[in-house]
Every structure is written in C-alpha cells, then in structure tokens.
C-alpha cells in the first residue's frame, strides 16, 4: 500500500513538473514597461529569456540591456550568479541564462536608455 503512494505522489510530482509554463513579468520603471518572457518553462541549466521594453506604448530597440541572476548564500550553500548582455533580436533583448540548481533566483536587470539613463528592475522566478 505504501508503494502504491508513492507511485501515485511521484507521477502527480511529474505531472506538476512536465506543465509548467515558460516565464511571463511585467513590471515599470521610469516611464517604460518592461516585459520579460521565456518560451518554454525554466529549467536547471541554459535556458533563454527575452526583454521587451516599451515607452509609451512604442517598442524600445535601441537600449543597452544586461542582466544578473543569483541565488544568496545559504547554509551549506554558496552564493550563485549567472550575468549576461541581452541582443537584440526580432525587437527583443535575448539573454541565455544558466540556472545551476533549482529554487528561487533573484534577477537585476538594468537598461540603458538612450538619453543616457539607467533603469535596474528587481525580481524573482522560480526553477
């Protein structure tokens, strides 16, 4: 009997992992909206991530975009980052982030406008 709950526990855990759905944030700063996305969900290891930035309701291309994702240190556990500059590709800002474990990761992305000011937005996805 005990078997059988297992089993069960570990398809429903499977299930969970197989639906889970590609990143979709949205937040503001400074005037412009920033949109960050990814087309599949996010897993432990590269995983790409898109920017999209608009100022009044018009796509920004011309902006400097870079990222830093990291996981604080932890008992047991080191301090973890990944950081990268963002290309631009089809009207968005293409990052390739390497995810080293599972959890919960803060990300600062910063943004260069073309006035010379720059954006940092601040927020968490989970692995």
Do not use: C
């Not at 700063?29 to 930035?53: A, P, Q």
């Amino acid at each position: 009997m005990k078997s059988i709950f297992k089993v069960i526990v570990a398809m429903l855990f499977a299930v969970g992992i197989l639906n889970a759905q590609p990143i979709s944030q949205t937040g503001e700063k400074g005037g412009y909206t920033i949109k960050l996305t990814s087309e599949k969900s996010l897993v432990v290891g590269e995983n790409d991530i898109f920017v999209e930035l608009f100022k009044d309701g018009q796509t920004v291309t011309n902006a400097k975009v870079k990222s830093k994702f990291f996981m604080p240190e932890m008992p047991g556990m080191p301090y973890m980052e990944y950081k990268d500059k963002a290309k631009l590709v089809n009207g968005k800002y293409k990052m390739m982030i390497n995810f080293t474990m599972g959890g919960t990761w803060q990300y600062q992305l910063k943004f260069k406008t073309k006035e010379g000011k720059v954006h940092t937005v601040r927020g968490s996805v989970n692995i």
